[in-house]
C-alpha cells in the first residue's frame, strides 16, 4: 500500500496511509476531530484538562513548548533509511551565520515597509522557517544525528528492526465514537512491524535495561506501540508481527538497546487507547474537561508508616 499525499487544503476522509508533514499530522488534518497517540496517553497518564488546555481546537488555550523529540526522531529515521543524504532531503539545514531571531518591533517595522537590511533578512528568513516549523536542523543536530545513525546502522539488529517506511501517518475513522485516529510510528514495515525510536537520557545513572522499561511505562509507550499495531492490523489485516522501540543512549557512546513488545501487553493498552477515546468523546459532548481536582478524596497514610508509628505510639504509652 503505497502513502497518499494531500493537495493543499485537502482533508483525510479515508482510512489508509498518508505521506503527511508531521506538522499537519498535528493539526487536525481530518474532515473530523482528529488525536494521536500523545492526546491518548495523555488522557490515561493526566487527566482531560490536560489534554484540553493546550489542544488547537480550544479558544482559551495554553500555547505549548514544542519539544525536538518528534523531530528528530524523523531524522533518524531517514538516516538509517539512506544516510546523511537522505537527511537532506527532508530537511532543509540551518546555515551557521543564520540570522537571529527578529523581535516584535523589527516584525512591526517589516509589516510597514520598513527595517535595517539585517533586520528584513531574520524576519523572511524566520518566517520561512516557522511556514516548515519540522523541517529544519540545526549544524549540531545533523552532526549528532550522523554520529548516533552511524552507531544504529552499524548495530545489525537495530538497523533490520527499522528498516522499512519512515513517519507515515496511519489514519482510520473510530466508529463507536467517530473520532479520527492516527498514528504515527517512526517506522512500519509489509512484514508487517511498527518500530519507534527513543533517543534517552540517563540523567546521572546508567543506560540499561531498567531504565529503558521505566521510561516505556513513563511515556506511556505501549499505547503508543499499540496503536500502531491497531492501525496496521485495520490496514493491513494482521497483527505486526514486530512490534517495540529502539532506545538509544543520546550522549557517547550511544548504546542501542532493543525492547521487543508482547501482544499480550499491547492488547491491555489497547484497552487503555479505548477507554481514552470514549472519555475523549464524552468530553466533547458534555463540553467539561476534568482535572485532577474534580475528585475530593481523602489522604490514606503509608501502610509502613502507619504501622511504625503506631508501634511508637503505643511504646510510649507503656
Known sequence: MKPRTLAAGEKINEPGLYAIPLSVHHSQPCDGFSVTSGGLRTMELGTPADFWAFHQLNPNRYEKEETDALRLGVAMALFVEGG?????????????DKPRKPTKPQITAYDQGRGTDAAIASVEYWRKVDAEPDGYLTQDEFQSICTMGAVLSADPAAAAVMSGLPEVTIAWQDEPTGIWVLSRPDVISLQPSVIDYKKMAVRGGYFNERLVDRRIEEGGYLQ???LGAEGVERLFGEWPKLTGIVAQLGTPPHHIIIRSMEEEDLRIAQFQNRRSLNRIHECLQSGHWPGPGDVVGSHHMRKELRERLLSEMNTANQ
Not at 84 to 94: A, I, T
Request: charged share 20%; net charge negative.
Open 84 to 96: 546523511p543524504h537522505r537527511v537532506l532531503e527532508g530537511f532543509n539545514l540551518h546555515p551557521d
Open 224 to 226: 503508543q506501540i499499540a
